[in-house]
Structures are given as C-alpha cells and as structure tokens.
C-alpha cells in the first residue's frame, strides 16, 4: 500500500505565495507521474469534479492549466517520493482545496494511482 500526505496549505493574502507539499510512502518502486488537481470551494465531495492545474509529464516535462501557467511550478524529488507546487501571486479565484496525484508502479510492474488527502488553500483579498 501507498499512503500520500498532503502540508503546506493555509489562508494567505492576495498575491502572496504558498507551497505545498506531497509525501509518498510505502511499496513504491517507481513513480510514473505527478500531478496537482484543484477542486473548488461549492465542488466539493465525491464525485465533485477536479481540475488538473499541474503536472510533471515523461519525468523531467511540465504541464499547467492556463489559470495558473506563469504562477504557479510543479516540481519532483524522485529520490523522497515528494511533489510540490509553489504558488505565487495567488488570486482569490485559486481559493479551494488542492489534491496531489500520483501514479506508482510497484515491483511487480502494476501501475496504480493514489490520492493525497487533500490541503486548503484560501486566499483573502
């Protein structure tokens, strides 16, 4: 098994910046991608449907919706199982809950994808 644990959420004021952090621990053989999902405040629950903001594409690659590409990086530390995301310039809009994902293949080469717990962001004008 595969547990992610989330930090690095908080309230913080208009254009200001955060960073959050994504730990993975347990049967992890190899990590195949990372990514940050942000669901936002009235979409929450299951079923309620995530947004992809960020993601590491073909291990050195990166990817972001156009809500965030120029403020916010995505980025990896293979060897401590960790993926960030440095918020910058945060807008009241980005205010949400904000979920790490990440897919990892185990030894026997099986592929599966696990999901942080998820951290709140809220950003005050």
């Known amino acids: 098994q595969v547990q992610l644990v989330e930090s690095g959420g908080g309230t913080v004021q208009t254009g200001g910046s955060l960073r959050l952090s994504c730990a993975a621990s347990?049967?992890?053989?190899?990590?195949?991608?990372m990514n940050w999902y942000y669901q936002g405040p009235g979409k929450q629950g299951p079923g309620k449907q995530r947004?992809?903001?960020?993601?590491?594409?073909?291990?050195?690659?990166?990817r972001y919706s156009d809500s965030v590409k120029g403020r916010f990086t995505i980025s990896g530390d293979n060897a401590k199982n960790t993926v960030y995301l440095q918020m910058n310039s945060l807008k009241s809009e980005d205010t949400g809950t904000y979920y790490c994902?990440?897919?990892?293949?185990?030894?026997?080469?099986?592929?599966?994808?696990?999901w942080g717990q998820g951290t709140q962001v809220t950003v005050s004008s």
């Open positions: 947004e992809l903001v960020a993601a590491i594409i073909d291990v050195v690659g990166t």
């Open positions: 347990g049967n992890i053989y190899g990590i195949n991608s």
């Open positions: 994902n990440i897919e990892v293949i185990d030894r026997g080469g099986s592929r599966t994808n696990y």
